[in-house]
C-alpha cells in the first residue's frame, strides 16, 4: 500500500515538534501523536493531507497507511483535497444565523464570486460554512487559520479581506 | 446574586501569566493542600461541595471520582474534557484564554487526587491559539516545580500535556474522547466498561470538563461544606454561562446558581435584555441539544414558580414543560426569529457530527434534516410534522452514545411547544411573513 514517500520530508524545526509530540504518550502507544502530527504535516505541506503526506506519517509512526486514512477522513479540519491559500469558515449554527451569518456568507460569496465549498481561480481563497466553532458570544464569526475573527459586520469583511490580499496570507494552523 | 469564585480575576491585565496569577493567591490552595491534606481528603471536600460535572449532563463529582478503580500497579489517567463544541457554548474558551493557570492549578490538584501521574487536557483542534495559551502556562507551571518530578518536594509527579482534536463534536463525548486521544476515529465506546475501569488505554480514567476541574481549586480553599452552602438545593456553587442570540450584552457569566432566569436576561448586570427593544420568543437554554422553552415556560414553572437558573428548576415539567441547565449554552431568540429555520440549523448539525456506528442516529438525523429544510422551503406537508415526530421518538434509548438524543430532543421541544408555527409553514406561509427565516445583519 505504501506509496514513494522519499520526496516527502519534514523540515528540521516540524520534525523537532513532531519527536516531541510523539514523546508525550507512553512508548507503546505513539498513535496517539497522530492527530497533533497530522495538523503539522498540513501545515508543511501546502494545507492539505495528499495519499503520500498520509503514508510519510504513517511512516514515522510504525502504523498501517490505513490506520492514518480512517483518521484523517473522520475530522473536519483535516483537508484530503487541495484548498486555497486561505481557507475562510464562517459559522452558520443557531446563535451565528441569529446574528446574521447568513448576510456575511452571502457578502463573501459575492466578493469572490464561489460558493460555498469552492476555491477562488486564482486559488487564494476557498469558502467553508462551518458549524459552531464556539464563538457565539461575538457572533457572527469567521475563522481564517488558527485566527478567530468576531463581531463581523459587512465592512468588517471588506477590511478583513483586503488585508489578506496584501499580505498575500496563508491560512495553517501550526 | 453575584458571586464569583472562578472569575473573580478575569479582569486582571496579565492575569495569564504565572506571576501576576501567583500575585493573586494562585497556586497557593495547591501548595497547601500538598503539603497539608491526603489525596483521599481532597476527593472527600469536592464530595461535600456538591460540585456537579459541568460538561452537560451534571453528574457529582466527588461520586466519579470515588468509582475510579484502583488495581495495583496501574498507571490512572485524569483527562479534562476541553472539546467545547456543543453549539452555544464557549464557556470553558474563555476561561482557559484569561485564566489558563487556574486550569492548570486544578488539573495538577485532581491529579493528586486522584493518583495520576501523567494528565491531558483535550482541546478541541479549532481553539488552537487557546492550546498555546495553556502550552505556555504549563512550561511556566513546570519551570516554577508545580508540574514534573517530586512537585513542591513532595514526591508527587506528575506530567501534563495539551492535545488538540481536528474538528469533531462527538469527540466531546467522553469515550469517544479517549479514542481519539489514542489517535483514532472518534467513534463512542460502548459501555461498559466506563473510563472509571477502562478508559485510556484500558486503563481507569477520569474525565471531567474544564470548568469542572478549575471548580476544585475554589473548593480546595473555601472547603467543601462553604463551597456548598453557596447556590441552591442540590445545585451548589457557581455556573459559568455562555449567552448568545438576540440580546444586548453576550458573553460569557459567572452566576450563583439559583438566579432567577428573568433576571439573569433582563437586568443590566447580566445579558440586558432583548436587542431592540424587541419581545422574546424561546430560549434554548443548556446548549443546542436541550428543549427549546417558549417566553412563558422560561420565565415560570407550569405551576407559577419563577424558574430559576439551576439544575432543578430547569429542569422542573421535565420535557413536557421544563429543559436542562446542561453545559450553559443560553441561547435567546427575540420574537421575529423562526424556530423552524433554528431547529434546522440544530439539525444540520446533528447529522453532520454524527460518528456513523448506529443507524438510527446516522440516518435518522439526516432524514430530519433533509424534511426541515423541504419544509423551510415551502413543500412541506402537515404529514411531515408527524414524520419528524415519529423519526426522532425512535432515537431516544436506541444508541451507543447519547449524541442520538441530543439531535432527537430539540425537535421534539420544538414541535410541542410551537407546533403551529410548523403548520403555518405547510398551510398558510403568508401568516407567518414578518418570521425570519432568513436573518438579516442589521437589527
Ligand atoms: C455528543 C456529546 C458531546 C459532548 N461534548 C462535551 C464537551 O464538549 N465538553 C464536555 O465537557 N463534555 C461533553 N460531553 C459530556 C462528556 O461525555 C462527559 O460527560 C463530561 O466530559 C464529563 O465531565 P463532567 O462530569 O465534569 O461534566 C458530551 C457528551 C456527548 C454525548
Ligand atoms: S448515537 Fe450517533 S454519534 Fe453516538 S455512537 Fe451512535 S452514530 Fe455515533
Ligand atoms: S454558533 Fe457560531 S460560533 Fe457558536
Known amino acids: ?174 | 446574586m453575584s458571586k464569583k469564585l472562578l472569575l473573580k480575576n478575569d479582569h486582571i491585565p496579565g492575569i495569564n501569566t504565572l506571576a501576576t496569577y501567583k500575585e493573586n493567591g494562585g497556586y497557593a490552595v495547591l501548595t497547601n493542600a500538598l503539603k497539608n491534606l491526603s489525596p483521599d481528603a481532597i476527593v472527600e471536600e469536592v464530595k461535600k461541595s456538591g460540585l456537579r460535572g459541568r460538561g452537560g449532563a451534571g453528574f457529582p463529582t466527588g461520586m466519579k471520582w470515588s468509582f475510579l478503580a484502583k488495581p495495583e500497579g496501574v498507571p490512572r489517567y485524569l483527562v479534562c474534557n476541553a472539546d467545547e463544541s456543543e453549539p452555544g457554548t464557549f464557556k470553558d474558551r474563555y476561561l482557559m484564554e484569561r485564566i489558563p493557570h487556574l486550569l492548570v492549578e486544578g488539573m495538577i490538584l485532581s491529579s493528586f487526587a486522584l493518583g495520576a501521574n501523567t494528565s491531558y487536557i483535550y482541546i478541541r483542534g479549532e481553539y488552537f491559539y487557546v492550546a498555546n495559551i495553556l502550552e505556555k502556562a504549563i512550561d511556566e507551571a513546570y519551570q516554577a516545580g508545580y508540574l514534573g518530578k517530586n512537585i513542591l518536594g513532595t514526591g508527587f509527579n506528575l506530567d501534563l500535556y495539551v492535545q488538540v482534536g481536528a474538528g469533531a463534536y462527538i469527540c466531546g463525548e467522553e469515550t469517544a474522547l479517549l479514542e481519539s486521544l489514542e489517535g483514532k476515529r472518534g467513534n463512542p465506546r460502548i459501555k461498559p466498561p466506563f473510563p472509571a475501569v477502562a478508559g485510556l488505554y484500558g486503563c481507569p480514567t477520569v474525565v471531567n470538563n474544564v470548568e469542572t476541574i478549575a471548580a476544585v481549586v475554589p473548593i480546595i480553599e473555601m472547603g467543601g461544606e462553604e463551597y456548598a452552602k453557596i447556590g441552591i438545593g442540590k445545585s451548589t456553587g457557581t455556573k459559568l454561562i455562555s449567552a448568545s442570540g438576540h440580546i444586548n450584552k453576550p458573553g460569557v457569566y459567572e452566576i450563583e446558581l439559583g438566579l432567577p432566569v428573568e433576571e439573569f436576561i433582563y437586568s443590566e448586570e447580566w445579558c440586558g435584555g432583548i436587542r431592540g427593544g424587541r419581545k422574546m420568543k424561546a430560549v434554548v437554554a443548556g446548549g443546542s441539544s436541550v428543549p427549546i422553552l417558549p417566553t412563558e415556560l422560561i420565565l415560570k414553572t407550569v405551576n407559577g414558580e419563577p424558574r430559576l437558573m439551576s439544575y432543578e428548576s430547569l429542569g422542573d415539567g421535565g420535557f413536557i414543560s421544563g429543559t436542562m441547565l446542561g453545559s450553559g449554552g443560553f441561547i435567546v431568540m427575540d420574537e421575529e426569529t423562526s424556530i423552524v429555520k433554528n431547529l434546522y440549523t440544530f439539525s444540520r448539525f446533528y447529522h453532520h457530527e454524527s460518528c456513523g456506528q448506529c443507524s438510527p442516529c446516522r440516518e435518522g438525523i439526516g432524514w430530519m434534516e433533509r424534511i426541515l429544510e423541504k419544509i423551510l422551503d415551502g413543500r412541506g406537508t402537515l404529514a411531515d410534522i408527524d414524520l419528524l415526530w415519529d423519526i426522532q421518538s425512535k432515537i431516544e434509548g436506541k444508541t451507543i452514545c447519547p449524541l442520538g438524543e441530543a439531535a432527537a430532543w430539540p425537535v421534539a421541544a420544538a414541535i410541542r411547544h410551537f407546533r403551529p408555527e410548523f403548520e403555518a409553514y405547510v398551510t398558510n406561509p403568508d401568516s407567518i411573513k414578518d418570521i425570519k427565516h432568513y436573518y438579516r445583519l442589521k437589527n
Not at chain 1, 464570486?113 to 481561480?121: C, D, K, N, W
Request: negative net charge; contains cysteine.
Open chain 1, 1 to 174: 500500500m505504501m506509496t514513494n514517500t522519499q520526496d516527502i520530508q519534514f523540515s528540521k524545526e516540524a520534525m523537532e515538534k513532531v519527536q516531541k509530540i510523539i514523546s508525550r504518550y507512553p512508548s507503546d502507544r505513539k498513535k496517539s501523536a497522530l492527530i497533533p502530527i497530522l495538523h503539522i504535516a498540513q501545515a508543511e505541506f501546502d494545507g492539505w493531507l495528499s495519499p503520500q503526506t498520509m503514508d510519510y506519517v504513517a511512516s514515522i509512526l510504525n502504523i498501517q497507511s490505513i490506520e492514518v486514512y480512517e483518521v484523517a477522513s473522520f475530522y473536519s479540519m483535516f483537508n484530503l483535497e487541495p484548498v486555497g491559500n486561505c481557507l475562510i469558515e464562517v459559522c452558520r449554527t443557531s446563535s451565528c444565523w441569529l446574528c446574521g451569518a447568513e448576510d456575511i456568507i452571502d457578502h463573501i460569496e459575492n466578493k469572490l464570486g464561489i460558493s460555498v465549498g469552492e476555491t477562488t481561480p486564482d486559488g487564494m481563497f476557498t469558502l467553508k460554512a462551518v458549524e459552531c466553532l464556539g464563538s457565539c458570544g461575538t457572533a457572527p464569526m469567521m475563522q481564517v487559520g488558527a485566527d478567530y475573527h468576531e463581531n463581523l459586520t459587512i465592512e468588517k469583511v471588506d477590511n478583513l479581506f483586503d488585508q489578506f490580499r496584501n499580505e498575500n496570507k496563508k491560512s495553517r494552523y501550526c
